[in-house]
């Protein structure tokens, strides 16, 4: 045992680094984060710009741009957007969205700073590796901004990219250079992710400190072991979906390219017609969602396991079920990997495999129940401090509980037949993802942000940044419920084309002005993030009073993170115990009182 | 200072909650009148689903705000220690999971009626739609070539080889239309959706039927309308100004997606149909040589 730890001692004095080594190219985990952090940041303004691009079209159609339309569109149109850049815009805000904000800060930023922590690592298991996988988020940013300024500009066909729309180039100037350019992005960020898992995956399996069982893993770091499986195993799938289409692009291959026309011919746009391949767009949609619905969950797990930490460090009392809390989100991450088909309901799909995706679809509706009721046992009976990340982690919950409850309306087959691409699914998507994934990212940024930085984000400016988006938000993507109801189809350049949309207008409107608030109250949180890291409150080591390993660790932690390799003696959740007579929390590391049983050793 | 964090969730998701149950009674901010057969049982299964939906929204996000407002922090006061119950694990995992099958099996009925092939009804009215960007061509067997059809095909069965040669097959005496759909009120349409160049999606509001057109593939669907909306004026068609019905494009086809659009036309019986149909044949082939 002595023998080990001068070992890991050894091993972790760190020689100092040039500023390169040490800010840019390091290969600290917490180093690593922190810019996955800073990019998806960046890149979340970016695709908040595209999403109120969308917004003005939706809320003022056929009407000039003010200002910026002068100078992006010509007078020939009328300084109004074309309908191609409406096409344009809420594609790349779904792929930027996605791609390059939800899922590279949960996994990239929340996964890299928290996962040695949490666990008492110094570091992850292969840190060049982790490092790379940053690294190749850079030739991806590269591809896919600058094919906004590509001829024919940014790909239009929906983050979905479904051939043969984005397959041939003729349907569309954007299926051209900017789809080519989406695709190669989307490869690179998949093997971005793919590095991250492995590591992820291996670490948590491999370093977890002294006395870290299994079962003694906080929820956060339970939700990016599952997430970080599911990952390696789905992306695979997607990497060659993109190289399928690819080579359709490219070679002249036909995996994609049916036969549409009468005699056997391929399909025809304008004067144009492609060679008979016999390929299938179904094809792609199967592809697709294989990953692409796994994927959804990459983008929630990780934010619920952060918000389970955040709720029972804030509560002031044990997390309600951690082991349910556990095997649901394993129940989820697998139910995950058999319901892709609800995506393609209508597509023309055996109707009958309609079936059985829907039975599996609904039930995993309850693996999410079962974590919500546990929430709201967590909050029942607690002590509860509504700093800003709680107020982020209880509005998850609530949002979490819209968003799952109107899943279930689409996933039933014959509701589908006539909600299936309305605003009905805009509504359920962003519910689940802006209102619940990025509100946990909110609460996990104000709660990680003294370990980050040493610093304390400033608490007032916080909430009026939670208050404000907790109510626009609501404004922007509560509505959609309704003119989905309505029936009012997504991705609609000009609403105002149906009589039955027609009436739905002056909702529109008001999501549109909810939505320009929404992007207004983010500078207050930009700012805010801005200031406090270099005049922010001192945070001392342990904050908020929590429980967990990275907590013991001095903020920010020294490349190495633990001054003494942590030793674990009980769960992360022991709060108001009755252990700690001095104290409302007990930290994991605490040994054990003589004379006093640990009851909840887990 | 403690409330007030439970009275923002409070009312914000209260006023959520009010919005979408007023606007059932705002007509125009609703479900669109319905006039297909199926379409009461799609509707149906809609308001089963929004009362269990809505029924678990108010009770989790009730104990929610409830919880928030009495479990403020009290410097003293102790939060409960416990980690779990079993029981009450058991209870909401077994009453969500009797629920949600439940759900689950309430709608399979009505979806094999919807899109099973084997469930369709023999069809009285027959046509063909092939999407293109961005517009919705309409083949039309003329009078008798849909009486041999209909003649040839069985209750239940599969399409007669005389209806697919026409699904297959242009025919001199066709009538070919863009954006109308036509047919008549009770009658059983079935007709065979296909695109040329990218994935449109044939989505009539009014019938609450939506299919992709997946080029490549011939699907088969079906719907009918209870309800006519039309009478001839002449050699026009003329739909009454508060059912204008309309055939939409539901799935993402390029630039002009959201201009694909087409009326509905259901005439008021058969022969009114063929009276139509009558007009409809002499326009088309008046420039034929």
Same mark, same amino acid.
């Given at each position: 045992m002595s023998a080990d730890k001068s070992h890991t001692a050894t091993t972790h004095e760190h020689p100092q680094l040039g500023f390169l080594r040490k800010y840019v190219f390091s290969d600290d985990h917490k180093v690593i984060g922190i810019q996955f952090l800073f990019t998806g940041i960046i890149m979340l303004f970016v695709g908040g710009i595209l999403a109120l691009g969308v917004r003005i079209q939706l809320g003022w159609p056929q009407s000039e741009i003010p200002i910026i339309g002068k100078w992006l569109w010509p007078g020939s149109l009328g300084h109004k957007m074309p309908p191609e850049t409406y096409n344009m815009l809420f594609s790349m805000h779904a792929s930027v969205m996605i791609f390059f904000v939800i899922i590279p800060l949960l996994t990239g930023a929340f996964g890299n700073f928290t996962i040695p922590l949490m666990i008492g690592a110094p570091d992850m298991a292969f840190p060049k590796l982790n490092m790379m996988s940053y690294w190749f988020m850079w030739p991806a940013l590269a591809v896919m901004l600058s094919s906004f300024f590509v001829g024919g500009g940014a790909a239009a066909a929906g983050w979905t990219s479904y051939p043969t729309l984005a397959n041939i180039a003729f349907t569309s100037p954007n299926s051209g250079t900017g789809q080519m350019l989406w695709l190669i992005g989307l490869l690179f960020v998949g093997v971005s992710s793919m590095m991250g898992s492995v590591n992820y995956v291996t670490t948590i399996i491999n370093m977890r400190? *002294?006395?870290?069982t299994l079962f003694r893993m906080p929820m956060t770091i339970w939700a990016m072991f599952i997430t970080a499986i599911l990952q390696a195993m789905a992306l695979p799938v997607l990497t060659v979906t993109l190289i399928l289409q690819l080579l359709d692009k490219t070679l002249g291959t036909n995996f994609f390219l049916p036969n549409a026309l009468p005699g056997g011919g391929g399909v025809q746009i304008g004067n144009y017609m492609t060679t008979p391949g016999?390929?299938?767009p179904l094809l792609w949609q199967h592809l697709f969602w294989f990953y692409s619905h796994p994927a959804v969950y990459i983008m929630i797990l990780p934010a619920m396991g952060m918000v389970s930490d955040i709720i029972s460090t804030f509560a002031r009392k044990? *997390?309600?079920g951690y082991r349910p809390m556990v095997y649901s989100i394993a129940g989820i991450a697998g139910l995950g990997f058999i319901v892709w088909g609800h995506h393609m309901?209508?597509?023309?799909?055996d109707p009958r495999l309609g079936t059985g995706f829907m039975i599996a679809t609904i039930m995993i509706a309850l693996p999410s129940a079962v974590k919500t009721f546990n929430w709201l046992g967590t909050v029942w009976g607690s002590n509860t401090q509504y700093t800003t990340p709680m107020l982020f982690a209880l509005a998850f919950v609530a949002m979490f509980v819209i968003g799952g409850l109107s899943g279930i309306f689409m996933a039933a087959t014959p509701v589908d037949v006539a909600?299936?691409?309305?605003y009905f699914i805009v509504a359920h998507l962003h519910y689940v993802l802006f209102m619940s994934s990025m509100m946990g990212i909110f609460g996990a940024i104000y709660f990680w942000f003294p370990k980050m930085f040493g610093r304390m984000m400033n608490e007032t400016w916080g909430k009026v940044h939670f208050f404000l988006t907790f109510v626009f938000a609501n404004g922007v993507f509560f509505p959609m419920h309704v003119i989905g109801v309505a029936l009012?189809?997504?991705? !609609? !350049?000009?609403?105002?084309?149906f009589e039955f949309v027609q009436p739905l207008q002056p909702l529109n409107v008001f999501m549109s002005v909810c939505a320009l608030c929404l992007g207004v109250t983010q500078l207050i949180f930009l700012t805010n993030f801005a200031i406090s890291l270099f005049g922010g409150k001192k945070s001392g080591i342990n904050p908020w009073h929590s429980n967990t390993l990275e907590w013991t660790a001095p903020s920010p932690p020294p490349h190495g993170n633990f001054l003494e390799p942590p030793i674990v003696y009980r769960g992360p959740y022991e709060y108001n115990s009755p252990e700690a007579r001095d104290k409302d929390y007990l930290p994991q590391t605490e040994p054990p009182t003589p004379g006093v049983s640990v009851a909840h050793g887990h | 200072m403690q409330k007030f964090w439970a009275s923002v969730f409070g009312v914000v998701l209260l006023a959520c909650f009010l919005l979408f149950a007023g606007s059932y009674f705002y007509a125009p901010w609703w479900l669109p009148l319905n006039v297909c057969s199926f379409g009461p049982e799609v509707d149906h299964l809609f308001y089963l689903i929004c009362g269990f939906t809505g029924f678990f929204y108010v009770l989790t996000l009730t104990v929610l705000v409830v919880g928030m407002w009495r479990f403020g922090h009290q410097a003293g006061r102790k939060a409960t220690y416990t980690h779990g119950s079993h029981k009450l694990e058991l209870v909401w995992t077994a009453v969500p999971s009797l629920i949600l099958l439940f759900i689950a099996f309430a709608q399979v009925n009505a979806w094999s009626n919807i899109k099973y092939q084997s469930r369709m009804p023999k069809p009285d009215q027959v046509f063909e739609v092939t999407a293109r960007m961005w517009e919705w061509r309409f083949r039309y067997p003329a009078a008798d070539q849909l009486a041999t059809m209909k003649a040839a095909w069985k209750e239940g069965g599969q399409i007669p080889d005389v209806a697919k040669s026409w699904f297959d097959n242009g025919h001199m005496d066709d009538i070919n239309l863009a954006n109308e759909v036509h047919t008549w009120k009770g009658a059983k349409v079935r007709f065979m959706l296909h695109s040329r160049d990218v994935i449109h999606s044939f989505f009539l509001p009014n019938m609450r039927i939506k299919q992709d057109a997946m080029p490549g593939k011939s699907i088969s669907v079906w719907f009918d309308a209870e309800e006519a909306n039309c009478h001839m004026d002449g050699d026009k068609v003329v739909v009454d100004a508060d059912k204008r019905w309309e055939l939409a494009c539901a799935e993402l086809c390029g630039a002009r997606h959201s201009m694909m659009r087409g009326r509905v036309c259901v005439h008021e019986s058969k022969d009114a149909y063929l009276k139509w149909l009558d007009t409809a044949a002499k326009a088309t082939h008046a420039t034929r040589p």
């Open positions: 400190a *002294l006395g870290m016999g390929g299938q044990p *997390l309600f309901f209508q597509s023309g799909m909600i299936h691409d309305t009012h189809p997504r991705r !609609y !350049y000009d609403p105002t084309q | -």
